[in-house]
């Protein structure tokens, strides 16, 4: 379902926050939102950790994708510590967060993860959640806070489309039989409208304040559409068949 989607301009230049500094001197509203935007991430990224070990791991079909899912879980872990370094230059301490439960943890809602119950909803859940998730980060890559912005440059970016190519191969390996395919259709259409929300709102206010200060380039709804039309001929290539209700 295609939305009508009002093109926000920014009023700042990419990477234009160069330093801690810099942010302490910036208006409160992007000194608010770019904390917020940041905490989400910080946040996600030790979930991450949390979903590979606590759930992928203990579904793994064998000790090859245990290993894998240990490294995915160290890399979650490494990228929440370049982004709690991130905050700490700006006074903003994250390591409450590796004290918590998952479901203490608010900022980044994964309840939906949670629910994944087989190896095959695992690679769904890789091939295209962690995809949503990727789209995000590029968009991060270009933050106007460079500190931000260089972690994604630098590490991140790499890593996650490693997770992305991971869950491809379970699902591609999987489209190449019969009952496979048709297991992977069942995954897809599970998970489909819970990955479409990880856009949030289409036409969230919050959205358009990050893309004014710069934070991000596009709203949740020109993401959304972005994703959806990057994502259809993958599907299509595996004879998967996108779910309509998005």
């Given at each position: 379902m295609e939305m009508a989607i009002e093109r926000v301009t920014s009023v700042i230049d990419e990477h234009a926050v160069k330093t801690p500094e810099d942010f302490r001197q910036m208006p409160d509203e992007y000194q608010q939102l770019a904390t917020r935007l940041m905490l989400i991430h910080t946040e996600g990224e030790l979930t991450g950790a949390d979903d590979y070990i606590q759930i992928f791991y203990n579904l793994a079909p064998n000790a090859f994708e245990k290993m894998i899912c240990c490294e995915r879980a160290a890399e979650e872990i490494?990228?929440?510590?370049?982004?709690?370094?991130?905050?700490?230059?700006?006074?903003?301490?994250?390591?409450?967060?590796?004290?918590?439960?998952?479901?203490?943890?608010?900022?980044?809602?994964?309840?939906?993860?949670?629910?994944?119950?087989?190896?095959?909803?695992?690679?769904?859940f890789s091939f295209i959640g962690e995809a949503v998730v990727l789209e995000h980060l590029l968009e991060f890559q270009q933050s106007s806070y460079k500190p931000f912005a260089d972690i994604f440059a630098k590490q991140i970016i790499k890593d996650e489309h490693?997770?992305?190519?991971?869950?491809?191969?379970?699902?591609?390996?999987?489209?190449?039989?019969?009952?496979?395919?048709?297991?992977?259709?069942?995954?897809?259409?599970?998970?489909?409208?819970?990955?479409?929300?990880?856009?949030?709102?289409?036409?969230?206010?919050r959205s358009r304040l990050y893309v004014k200060w710069g934070l991000r380039k596009t709203t949740n709804g020109e993401l959304r559409e972005r994703f959806i039309t990057k994502t259809r001929p993958r599907l299509e290539s595996l004879n998967l068949v996108m779910p309509e209700n998005y």
């Open positions: 490494q990228h929440y510590m370049l982004s709690a370094e991130v905050l700490e230059g700006i006074g903003v301490d994250t390591s409450f967060m590796l004290q918590q439960n998952f479901l203490e943890r608010t900022n980044y809602s994964n309840e939906f993860v949670r629910g994944v119950k087989t190896w095959m909803e695992r690679g769904i490693v997770h992305v190519a991971h869950g491809y191969r379970i699902i591609k390996d999987a489209c190449e039989t019969g009952s496979g395919l048709r297991d992977a259709q069942a995954a897809l259409d599970r998970f489909w409208p819970h990955l479409m929300e990880l856009f949030g709102h289409p036409l969230s206010e």
